[in-house]
C-alpha cells in the first residue's frame, strides 16, 4: 500500500514569517521600517545586549530617533507597563525574552488590555502594530513563531495567535559570532530541541481540534525539521568549542528553520517539562530542556521506535561507533537517546532535575504544573496520564 502524509482531506495551514538571511542583512533595518511606515519605533532589547557592543551596531545603522526598552530575561505578564503604548512600531533585539516581549508589546500597543488577558490561543483581536524582528541568538527561533512565553504567577504560559508573528525577520549570523560558549551551548540545545521534537511530533491528522495554532506535524513543518535537525546537529559543538564563523552561520539558519518547523507542527513532553522546570527555578530554557530530553524521550520512545532509528542513522552515530544496527530498530532507538545524552554532555548542560536545583520533593508540583502545558502535551507523540509523568518526573532526578 501507498503510504503518505500528503493530506488526503485534511486542510494544512502553512503560516511563515517572511526573513532575510545572511551576514549583514542588519544594513536592511532603515528599509524595512520605512516599508512598514515606521518613523518612532521602539526598540526591545536587554543589558547583555548592550554590553555585547550590538546594540551599538544596530543603533548605527538607524537614520531615525529610537526610544530604547529593556526586556527582563524571564518577561512576566506584569513587565508591560512602561512600555510606550503609542509607538508605530517595534523591533526587537535579542533573544527569545526581548523578541517576546515585543511581540505582546506590538499587540498592546494595537489593542489595549494587559498582558495576561492574551494568555491561552488566538486571544489578540486582530493584526498588531508593525514589529520586526533582529534575533541575536540561534536558539528560540521565536522569530519565526506566532507565540510568546511569559510567566504569569510563577508558571510558564503561552499566547499564541497567528498575529503575533513578526512581519519580518532581519537573521543576520554575524550577531551570533561574539556570543560566549555557555549562552551558545543553551541556545543552540533549544534549538536542537525544536527541530527534534517538531519531526517527532504527533502527526496532524491524529491531533484533536484541530484547526488549532499547532497542527501537529505534517509534510510541509517535517521538511523544515529535517534540515534545522541536520544543520543544528552538525554546527552546535563547533560553535560552541571554536565559534567558528561557518558553524555560527549553520547554527543561525538552523535555529531559524527549526523555529518555523515547530510553529507548524509544535513540539512536546520535553518542552512541556522543560516549562515547567524553568517557571520553578528560573533557570535558563536550554538547561531545563538538557536536564528534560533525556527523560522525555524515554517516555515517547514506544511510539517513536523506527523513527528514533531514523534520526540516529541521520546523525551517522552507527558510523561513528562502528556496530550496524541499522536493522535493529530498537538498538538504534538507543542510539538516538545515547546521542542527544553526548551532545549535551559535550556542551556542558545538566543532565537531571537535580542538577538544576530541584529535588524530589517538589515532584507533585512539577507534576502538576507540567499538566498545565496543554499546546505542547497535544502535539506530543505520546498521551501524557498522571501516572505516567508522574514516573517520568521520578526517573529525572537520577
Ligand atoms: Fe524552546
Known amino acids: ?168 525577520a532581519l537573521v543576520d549570523p554575524t550577531l551570533t559570532f561574539d556570543l560566549p560558549p555557555e549562552q551558545t551551548a543553551r541556545s543552540g540545545f533549544d534549538a536542537f530541541v525544536h527541530a527534534l521534537e517538531s519531526l517527532l511530533a504527533r502527526d496532524y491528522r491524529t491531533v484533536p481540534e484541530r484547526p488549532i495554532t499547532y497542527q501537529g506535524a505534517n509534510p510541509i513543518s517535517r521538511s523544515l525539521a529535517k534540515r534545522a535537525l541536520a544543520l543544528v546537529h552538525g554546527s552546535l559543538e563547533a560553535a560552541v568549542a571554536s565559534g567558528d564563523p561557518a558553524a555560527r552561520r549553520e547554527l543561525s539558519l538552523g535555529s531559524h528553520l527549526a523555529g518555523a518547523a515547530f510553529s507548524l507542527s509544535g513540539l512536546g513532553a520535553v518542552h512541556a517539562l522543560a516549562s515547567t522546570l524553568g517557571g520553578l527555578t528560573d533557570r535558563p530554557h536550554g538547561a531545563c530542556l538538557a536536564a528534560s530530553v533525556g527523560v522525555g524521550l524515554a517516555y515517547n520512545r514506544p511510539d517513536r521506535e523506527a523513527e528514533y532509528a531514523e534520526i540516529a542513522r541521520s546523525f551517522g552515530v552507527n558510523e561513528q561507533d562502528g556496530r550496524d544496527n541499522g536493522s535493529d530498530p530498537a538498538t538504534s532507538a538507543e542510539d538516538l537517546l545515547a546521542e542527544c545524552d553526548r551532545l549535551r554532555s559535550a556542551i556542558g548542560l545538566p543532565g537531571s532535575f537535580t542538577a538544576v536545583g530541584l529535588d524530589r520533593s517538589g515532584t507533585d508540583e512539577i507534576v502538576a504544573n507540567t499538566l498545565l502545558q496543554e499546546r505542547r502535551l497535544a502535539t506530543n507523540p505520546r498521551t501524557v496520564s498522571e501516572a505516567d509523568l508522574r514516573e517520568t518526573v521520578l526517573a529525572a532526578f537520577e
Open 1 to 168: 500500500m501507498h503510504r503518505s502524509d500528503v493530506p488526503d482531506g485534511t486542510a494544512l495551514d502553512a503560516h511563515m514569517v517572511r526573513f532575510r538571511f545572511g551576514d549583514g542583512v542588519l544594513a536592511d533595518l532603515p528599509d524595512v521600517l520605512d516599508e512598514f511606515g515606521v518613523e518612532r519605533p521602539v526598540v526591545i532589547t536587554d543589558e547583555g545586549i548592550e554590553a555585547a557592543g550590538i546594540l551599538d551596531r544596530v543603533l548605527d545603522e538607524l537614520d531615525r530617533p529610537v526610544e530604547i526598552h529593556y526586556a527582563t530575561t524571564e518577561p512576566s505578564t506584569a513587565d508591560f507597563e512602561d512600555i510606550p503604548a503609542d509607538a508605530d512600531g517595534f523591533f526587537a533585539v535579542g533573544g527569545g525574552s526581548c523578541i517576546d516581549t515585543a511581540k505582546l508589546a506590538a499587540a498592546l500597543a494595537a489593542h489595549g488590555g494587559s498582558a495576561r488577558e492574551y494568555l491561552g490561543v488566538d486571544r489578540v483581536p486582530g493584526p498588531i502594530t508593525p514589529l520586526l524582528a533582529v534575533p541575536t541568538t540561534s536558539g528560540t527561533g521565536s522569530q519565526a513563531t506566532q507565540t510568546a512565553v511569559l510567566t504569569h504567577e510563577g508558571v510558564k504560559r503561552g499566547a499564541s495567535d497567528e498575529s503575533l508573528r513578526p512581519d519580518i
